[in-house]
């Protein structure tokens, strides 16, 4: 995941939840969904479609990281809403003492527990808010805070067109891990279009990401300027230049829809591309892909994102309405009566 670092704690709150958004690379606040995990991006997603739907996504991250996240959305007086539960897990560490001597293992481990709403203020302008509570631990200690994401969604009347703006991880960090140390919940500021072209199965994405740090550049917590990427050789440092900069904000998604149950889904993030590749063979560094597809009444998704040469994450997740199983049974359990 590449991010604009440094002075952030809560970092995990950028993590792509679910397959859609990881095969875009993110560029899905503007783009409505079924999938209750996409409007963890953007709450003013949340909308009727996700109603009684529960999904379940797993990702086999980096290294010995796992990460899991499972949501549900309804309906309450009217109001679509949602919540759920982001679980991260960092393997197990070997923990020593002063002496050296070992106590055993441990692990750490990042929570983020969530819940949203949407509302349609005016015709095709919709807004939304999610409220999150957030807690890691790391051996024996703990840190936790609040963060805040607001959010608005505007379709046009053929629903072909739609525009994105959210606010998200506004926040307190109640407990730091560092006492006396002041770190700042993940703030990010992202903006989108989406667009189907009419009568193709093609939808265009775009999305300007970051846009609360309009210098790209990576400062250190000492003040210090990285200009270069690992694309730069250290004899031969080239400062980011302004069109590099400008680019760095944007992240591009493509869909293929091949009816209306399979999707086959394609992303470039160019601030990955150029902040994790190699100077040479930076092969597939910054692409991601991935395809929906229902089974049954299972809609499965998968995704791939590519962070380095040669070292790739893959992405799971199941979405399913309850309502199809529980009708079908209510059916079922009538005919018997009678």
Do not use: C
Not at 29 to 43: E, G, L, T, Y
Not at 163 to 185: D, P, Q
Not at 316 to 328: E, L
């Amino acid at each position: 995941m590449a991010q604009a670092g440094g002075k952030n704690t809560f970092a995990f709150l950028d993590l792509k939840l679910t397959p859609i958004v990881s095969a875009l690379q993110g560029a899905v606040i503007a783009q409505p969904s079924a999938d209750p995990s996409v409007a963890v991006r953007n709450p003013a997603l949340i909308n009727a479609s996700m109603k009684n739907r529960l999904s379940m996504s797993y990702n086999n991250y980096l290294s010995d990281i796992n990460y899991g996240n499972v949501s549900y959305a309804g309906q309450f007086k009217n109001t679509n809403v949602h919540g759920g539960i982001l679980y991260v897990n960092y393997g197990k560490f070997d923990g020593y003492d002063d002496a050296g001597q070992s106590t055993g293992t441990f692990t750490a481990d990042d929570y983020a527990f969530y819940i949203g709403a949407s509302k349609e203020i005016k015709p095709r302008l919709t807004v939304g808010s999610n409220f999150k509570y957030v807690y890691s631990q790391f051996y024996n200690n703990f840190a936790n805070g609040f963060a805040f994401d607001g959010g608005a969604h505007y379709q046009d009347t053929s629903g072909n067109t739609n525009l994105g703006l959210v606010v998200r991880s506004v926040g307190y960090v109640v407990k730091n891990y560092t006492a006396g140390v002041k770190e700042r919940m993940p703030l990010r500021i992202e903006l989108s279009y989406s667009k189907r072209l009419a009568h193709t199965p093609f939808r265009f994405n775009l999305l300007l990401h970051n846009l609360q740090q309009p210098n790209m550049r990576y400062i250190p917590q000492d003040g210090s300027v990285q200009n270069n990427s690992l694309d730069n050789n250290n004899n031969g440092a080239k400062q980011i230049t302004f069109g590099d900069n400008i680019l760095r904000h944007v992240t591009l998604g493509t869909e293929l829809l091949l009816g209306e149950f399979t999707h086959i889904r394609i992303g470039y993030d160019h601030q990955m591309r150029k902040e994790l590749s190699p100077s040479e063979r930076k092969k597939l560094t910054g692409f991601a892909w991935g395809f929906g597809v229902q089974l049954y009444k299972i809609h499965f998704n998968y995704a791939s994102s590519a962070f380095f040469p040669g070292i790739t994450t893959n992405q799971f997740s199941a979405v399913f309405n309850i309502s199809s199983f529980y009708t079908k049974k209510k059916k079922s359990d009538e005919a018997n009566e009678n």
